[in-house]
């Protein structure tokens, strides 16, 4: 780890301020309307509030635009780190405005790394544009999809085709109206090794046989953009459409799910920092016992816990990216330190969202504040692009599978 250094460059921070101006001027105040437009949408409905394409416009004008991409903004992983943070204080405006929201952002990944020229022409170019939306389908209702040896959807060969049945849910994005591309993962060949039994194909939305069932809530929540249940009845792609080769399933999606969790990881400290920023504004106005609640004990606990546990998390994260730039996202510490902030992350926005839902009292589960939502999503967060126990699991195998060093060794005779 010699040489590791988190000072902000000054690209990065040039970025920084010019992000920060633009959510302060801009993205913040929109919440309003957006909010406003999808309470009057209703719960069904998934347009997209007319905010958004606005917004997108005026992030492309300033060059706030793929950010999350180095190969289009020139940003490292550890220099994005600090951006993505700063649009999770808007965690459902600010990513997708500057194109840098999941599940597209895995997608384009996905794309850039795996696809032909012709797929990348189709599918990578209006993506990067904004001009469509996407979305990942792997997890299935059926069995634990943690372990994704377990995926049972079927994509079989057919002369020029691959012909696809299954049933896919909490595929997020999928209710999008201008969602046009899904990449979907199934067994091609369940006679070979286990790790070499899937594939993935590109399926357009579209396609005859692809039905989008329903969109489940979190926690009573819809999504604008939905978490579909999905069913795929004899859905026939030409075998042009795969992704790489047969039987690289499981290779593709390690390469996707990296920087997704560890972008999902940046946002959540962004989301987590809005919290407590509520939270004591909340604690110096309001009055109980004859004094503001800022000066009762419990209360003060909360704050300095919230903020060890952000600047922490924060400093893990930045360790993370730092590993991805200087060692790739294959390599073994890569993935290590990705399992630990996935585990930590969310945790601990989950955290910090809890205490601040507690000083705001009734108004903290309630609509009024963003509070209710932010944690229902980073609750859910803990379960997606694998839950805490796989990642603790990763962990704990590391650790225990690490030669002693010469103190642990001395201890331990």
């Known amino acids: 780890m010699a040489g590791m250094d988190f000072a902000m460059s000054a690209k990065a921070a040039d970025y920084h301020q010019r992000l920060t101006d633009f959510m302060v001027e801009h993205v913040i105040p929109a919440e309003e309307s957006y909010d406003r437009y999808r309470l009057g949408a209703g719960p069904e409905d998934h347009t997209v509030p007319p905010v958004i394409e606005e917004l997108k416009k005026l992030a492309k004008e300033r060059g706030l635009w793929n950010l999350f991409l180095p190969a289009e ?11 993505a943070e700063l649009t999770g ?29 012709e797929q990348r022409e189709q599918w ?8 469509i939306r996407s979305a990942f389908a792997m997890t299935e209702p059926a069995v634990a999809s943690s372990d994704a040896r377990n995926i049972e959807t079927t994509m079989l060969r057919d002369g020029d085709d691959y012909v696809i049945n299954g049933r896919k849910w909490w595929i997020s994005g999928a209710a ?41 809530p979190v926690f009573g929540w819809q999504d604008q953009h939905g978490h579909c249940e999905i069913t795929f009845d004899n859905v026939r792609v030409p075998s042009s459409n795969l992704l790489a080769e ?12 990296g920087p997704g969790r560890i972008h999902h990881c940046m946002r959540a400290i962004g989301v987590a920092e809005r919290a407590l920023a509520l939270m004591i504004d909340r604690v110096q106005k309001r009055i109980a016992f004859g004094k503001p609640l800022a000066e009762q004990g419990v209360v003060r606990e909360s704050i300095a816990l919230s903020r060890n546990q952000i600047d922490q998390t924060r400093l893990l994260c930045h360790k993370a990216a730092w590993t991805i ?4 996202n294959k390599s073994k510490d890569a993935q290590l330190q990705v399992a630990q902030i996935k585990a930590v992350a969310p945790k601990m926005a989950c955290d910090v969202l ?3 839902i507690q000083v705001h009292g009734g108004a903290g589960v309630s609509d009024d504040f963003p509070l209710a939502r932010m944690y229902g999503w980073h609750r859910a967060m803990r379960l997606f692009d694998g839950p805490d126990e796989v990642h603790m699991r990763t962990i704990a195998r590391a650790e225990l599978g690490r030669e002693k060093t010469p103190l642990a060794a001395a201890v331990t005779r």
Do not use: K
């Not at 990578?124 to 001009?131: D, I, K, V, W």
């Open 124 to 131: 990578l170019e209006p993506l990067l544009a904004g001009e």
């Open 73 to 83: 903004s020139g940003l490292t992983n550890l220099e994005y780190a600090p951006l």
């Open 89 to 117: 204080w808007s965690m459902e405006i600010g990513p997708e405005v500057t194109n840098c929201a999941a599940p597209d952002t895995g997608n384009m990944e996905t794309l850039h790394l795996f696809a032909t020229a």
């Open 176 to 216: 999008d109206p201008r969602c046009a591309i899904l990449i979907v993962m199934g067994r091609t060949n369940p006679d070979a090794a286990s790790h070499q039994q899937q594939s993935m194909i590109l399926v357009p939305v579209d396609t005859p046989g692809v039905s989008i069932e329903r969109s489940l």
């Open 354 to 356: 809890d205490r601040a």
């Open 246 to 257: 047969e039987g690289s399933g499981f290779a593709i999606a390690q390469a996707r799910l």
């Open 325 to 328: 730039d200087a060692h790739g």
